[in-house]
């Protein structure tokens, strides 16, 4: 009975659009409001800092030279390697210049465009599962001159890690490089290029 009554108190002052309520309802309205805003705008902030951007892939790029061994005799190694993981695709195409133990070998740069990439996939720890190149007509245990790469960690990945043949007998060389978003300067993700959209 009590709420009826008021409600029927409230629908008559509004009704009659009282002068006076204004001044007492206006102030604590737009005071709510903007604490409303204001909290609205923090929370909103804090998703955005939380949420990871969808971008167009990953890529990679590095090289270097070292010491590897070729019948037991030391020889010099040179590499470069370029990976393009493209938005939507499972498949990284990685380019290889690999030069040193048996001759080494080489995919092309991606800026070659009679290059052909290797196509690899990792499982959702970072490991290689796989590599195909269609060069040899199909997969491959690892790229022609014996290399392997590892991402870390396996679904968003901020470093990739080779492992290079430095010759029998003696321990691979490990290399470590940065993963970063994909910008286009290795190589652009359209239908064209082979990425598996």
């Not at 195909?132 to 590892?150: E, H, K, R």
Request: glycine share 12%; with cysteine.
């Amino acid at each position: 009975m009590f709420i009826a009554k008021l409600n029927q108190t409230a629908s008559a002052l509004l009704s009659k659009q009282v002068k006076w309520l204004s001044f007492v309802v206006g102030p604590a309205t737009a005071w709510s409001r903007a604490a409303l805003q204001e909290v609205n705008a923090r929370l909103i902030e804090d998703l955005k800092k939380n949420i990871t951007e969808c971008g167009e892939g990953y890529q990679f790029e590095f090289g270097g030279t070292g010491t590897g061994f070729d019948l037991g005799h030391p020889v010099p190694v040179e590499w470069q390697y370029w990976g393009l993981l493209c938005e939507g695709s499972t498949e990284w195409r990685i380019w290889e210049d690999f030069d040193g133990v048996q001759g080494g070998s080489t995919t092309g740069p991606p800026s070659n465009n009679a290059s052909v990439p290797y196509l690899v996939t990792f499982d959702e720890e970072g490991s290689m599962t796989g590599v195909s190149w269609d060069i040899l007509g199909g997969s491959v245990p690892t790229t022609a001159s014996g290399n392997t790469f590892g991402l870390s960690p396996g679904d968003s990945p901020t470093t990739v890690t080779a492992q290079l043949n430095a010759g029998a007998g003696v321990d691979m060389i490990t290399v470590t490089a940065p993963v970063e978003p994909a910008d286009g300067t290795i190589a652009e993700c359209d239908d064209s290029d082979g990425a598996e959209d």
